[in-house]
């Protein structure tokens, strides 16, 4: 865990999550250790945000379908999800494909939909947004999307597209590639 003076970053690399329906008394040892660090982390996630009401906290799940991929993941992060508006907090998950949310989508206030590699996963980021994919070319202009082109659906539903450009250095920050020699 690192921590700075508004910043603390909790990684799990390695986790070897149970398949979805895998019973207990079958898990490897590995998978035990993982869903019990899981545990941990959801724990010390939710000590982090449940404090000064006053101040705004964000958390950032990266590659939040670890979380979706065992029954555990998918109950501490709806625990997490449903809490974080009543402790002034926002959560952030990111993935690849919305289909990871699953039960969760409904929680989900503001989406962003970037560009996809294949025109069946275009259409289905199109309709998790309520929208019609023929309509306009719109799953067309899903997988031209780069560099920052994305849909957003706010809270109030509206649904257009946007250009998301970081202010300088913030990729960096938030870049969690593992460290190489000379990077």
């Known amino acids: ?32 250790i993982s869903v019990a660090t899981l545990a941990l982390v959801a724990a010390l996630t939710l000590k982090l ?67 996809q590699d294949s025109p069946r996963a275009a259409a289905h980021e199109v309709m998790e947004l309520g929208l019609d994919p023929d309509e306009g070319g719109l799953a067309l202009r899903v997988l031209e999307f780069r560099r920052g082109r994305c849909l957003l659906r706010d809270l109030d539903g509206r649904v257009g597209e946007v250009q998301v450009d970081p202010a300088p250095g913030l990729l960096a920050a938030l870049d969690n590639t593992p460290w190489v020699e000379g990077r």
């Not at 003076?5 to 998978?31: F, K, M, V």
């Open 49 to 115: 945000i449940s404090g000064d009401r006053s101040r705004h906290k964000v958390v950032i799940l990266d590659e939040a379908w670890a979380f979706f991929a065992s029954s555990q993941g998918r109950a501490l992060l709806n625990r997490v999800v449903r809490l974080c508006r009543s402790f002034n907090a926002t959560i952030l998950l990111v993935t690849q494909r919305a289909v990871d949310l699953g039960e969760l989508s409904e929680l989900v206030g503001t989406a962003l939909r970037f560009g």
């Open 1 to 32: 865990m690192a921590a700075g003076p508004n910043l603390i970053t909790i990684r799990t690399p390695g986790l070897n999550l149970p398949e979805p329906g895998t019973e207990r008394a079958a898990y490897t040892r590995s998978e035990r």
